[in-house]
């Protein structure tokens, strides 16, 4: 008797970890014990869900504020004396500028939306669709930190 009362006081107990404040797993990169999905028949099938983690709105939220300021930085490069590379871009900030910042957030914010979305899908065995928002994070990173050096070549040239 004292035995099945010991084991009733232990399944009450609460065995769960403390979530650290950053671990491998808010990335994707280290998965969980299950590395496949439950059932079988469902392999490749996309799996929708009514809320998202936070690390995937992170994700989508730093895009979006690094668009925003792709777009600043773009036209401080054009007021240095920049020129824009791209014959849409530049289409739109002869018309105005205000267009062009819209079309810029529309064209940044319905993909991501999309991304968003739909980021369990497979597109190979091993890449999600949201291992590709990750490497849009990183490629904004790095034309922020480009568009940032041409603005101190401009600067330091006047």
Known sequence: MSNAHTILNNRCQDRRREMPFFCLYHLG???GKRLAERRAIEHGSPNYADRYTGHLLVCAIAILLLSITDACLTLNILANGGEEVNWFMAILIEDSIEKFLAVKLALTVLPLLLLTIHHNVRITDMIRVRHLKYLILIGYSLLIG?????LNVAMANL
């Open 29 to 31: 990169i280290k998965p």
């Open 146 to 150: 480009y568009e940032l050096l041409l």
